[in-house]
């Protein structure tokens, strides 16, 4: 069995506001293309509520660092009161949306993914061996790439919500209302 070591755990980040769903979509498929990660979508579910919509969106990205270690990093976006409202900007009327979104950002580093160490009991041993004292100092830049990706992830995504928060736009009112269910 592929052994995950955590690296960062449960890293939270908070904005309510405006913003633009889409838009915050495409900025981290963008990043993660532009890293070299392969996106696996673990969990999208929407749920239209009385305050609003409620979005859950769970994806779980890798990238191979050799044949023996990957760097994962799994974000869950979660999204409340979703409503979509008009704002005037630069005197051209903008659909956004307004809401709660929280995020929580874990890093790991997984090991033997293709279980070529587990044949036999010896291996598993020499495997434990060799990670502990001969490839650690590998192994630990493994751990700094993990975190240094989650942080500029991180990063990217605070300064795209804070583009939404300094900007100058007036909240007009919600472009449609949704049903109650």
């Not at 305050?51 to 999204?79: C, H, Q, S």
């Not at 100092?137 to 500029?152: C, E, K, L, P, Q």
């Amino acid at each position: 069995m592929a052994e995950r070591e955590v690296v960062i755990d449960k890293m939270r980040m908070s904005y309510e506001g405006l913003f633009d769903v889409s838009e915050l979509y495409k900025l981290i498929d963008g990043w993660l293309r532009e890293k070299g990660y392969d996106k696996r979508e673990k969990r999208m579910a929407e749920k239209v509520t009385e305050g609003g919509k409620f979005i859950e969106w769970e994806i779980e990205p890798w990238k191979k660092i050799t044949d023996y270690a990957k760097n994962v990093i799994k974000l869950r976006v979660i999204m409340t009161d979703v409503k979509e409202v008009e704002v005037e900007r630069d005197k051209v009327k903008v659909k956004l949306n307004q809401g709660k979104v929280d995020f929580v950002f874990d890093g790991y580093v997984e090991t033997d993914y293709e279980h070529r160490w587990e044949g036999k009991p010896l291996f598993y041993f020499l495997r434990t061996l060799f990670n502990k004292y001969v490839f650690k100092s590998y192994t630990d830049r493994y751990h700094a790439n993990v975190i240094a990706d989650v942080n500029h992830l991180q990063s990217q995504i605070k300064s795209f919500l804070n583009l939404y928060r300094y900007s100058d736009v007036a909240w007009t009112k919600p472009a449609s209302s949704f049903p109650a269910l």
